[in-house]
T-cell receptor
Framework: GNSVTQMEGPVTLSEEAFLTINCTYTATGYPSLFWYVQYPGEGLQLLLKATKADDKGSNKGFEATYRKETTSFHLEKGSVQVSDSAVYFCALSLNDYKLSFGAGTTVTVRA | NAGVTQTPKFQVLKTGQSMTLQCAQDMNHNSMYWYRQDPGMGLRLIYYSASEGTTDKGEVPNGYNVSRLNKREFSLRLESAAPSQTSVYFC?????????????FGPGTRLLVL
C-alpha cells in the first residue's frame, strides 16, 4: 500500500535556525507529493507540492525536492521565524487524488 | 470567498447519541472528503465523494455514514457515538484534475464523546 513516514517530533528551534523535516514514502506508482501546514487552531493548508521526480516545490522560504531514487521529499527552511511554529504534514497522492498523510511533525520556534 | 466551512466547531456527546457534522464548499469542487485527526496518526480518510451522488469508503469508515447532498455539501453522521470517535474532524474539497490535486480544508470540528 501507499504510506508516508515523517521524522518524529516535536522539534524545537531558535529563531533563524535551519529546519529540516524528513519525509519518505512508499507508493505503488508515481505519486504527487505535498507538504501541508496546520497552524494552531486551524485546518490544514497546502505549503508546497511537487508532481514529478526532481521537481522542487517552494513557498514562504520552504523548499522540498522530489527524490525518486531515495523516495524522499524532505522539507527545509534556512531561517525559521516564530510564525513558522505549526504542525507539518507530508502527504502523497496517486491517480485517485486521495491523500495519504504522514503522522505530522510539531515544530516550535522560540524567539 | 469562504472556502470550506464546517459546523459545529465543537461538540460534546454522550455514548450512544447521534449527530451530523456539516460541511460546505463554495469553490465548485467535484470532490469532497472527511478525515479524522488523532494524535500521532496524522489524518485518516473516513469517506470521500468524487462527485455529486457518489460516496466511497476511505481508510476508517466504520461507525460513520455520509451524504453528498449536492455539489456544495457533504455531511458526516455518527449514528451511535462511541468514545473511540473522540477526535478532530476535517472536511476537505478538491478539483481533482491533473495539476489541480490540492485539497482545501475546513477549520475542523472537535468532537468529545463521553
Amino acid at each position: 500500500g501507499n504510506s508516508v513516514t515523517q521524522m518524529e517530533g516535536p522539534v524545537t528551534l531558535s529563531e533563524e535556525a535551519f529546519l529540516t523535516i524528513n519525509c519518505t514514502y512508499t507508493a505503488t506508482g508515481y505519486p504527487s507529493l505535498f507538504w501541508y501546514v496546520q497552524y494552531p487552531g486551524e485546518g490544514l493548508q497546502l505549503l508546497l507540492k511537487a508532481t514529478k521526480a526532481d521537481d522542487k516545490g517552494s513557498n514562504k522560504g520552504f523548499e522540498a525536492t522530489y527524490r525518486k531514487e531515495t523516495t524522499s521529499f524532505h522539507l527545509e527552511k534556512g531561517s525559521v521565524q516564530v510564525s513558522d511554529s505549526a504542525v507539518y504534514f507530508c502527504a502523497l497522492s496517486l491517480n485517485d487524488y486521495k491523500l495519504s498523510f504522514g503522522a505530522g511533525t510539531t515544530v516550535t520556534v522560540r524567539a | 470567498n469562504a472556502g470550506v466551512t464546517q459546523t459545529p466547531k465543537f461538540q460534546v456527546l454522550k455514548t450512544g447519541q447521534s449527530m451530523t457534522l456539516q460541511c460546505a464548499q463554495d469553490m465548485n469542487h467535484n470532490s469532497m472528503y472527511w478525515y479524522r485527526q488523532d494524535p500521532g496518526m496524522g489524518l485518516r480518510l473516513i469517506y470521500y465523494s468524487a462527485s455529486e451522488g457518489t460516496t466511497d469508503k476511505g481508510e476508517v469508515p466504520n461507525g460513520y455514514n455520509v451524504s453528498r447532498l449536492n455539489k456544495r455539501e457533504f455531511s458526516l453522521r455518527l449514528e451511535s457515538a462511541a468514545p473511540s470517535q473522540t477526535s478532530v474532524y476535517f472536511c476537505a474539497s478538491s478539483e481533482d484534475r491533473p495539476g489541480w490535486e490540492t485539497q482545501y480544508f475546513g477549520p475542523g470540528t472537535r468532537l468529545l464523546v463521553l
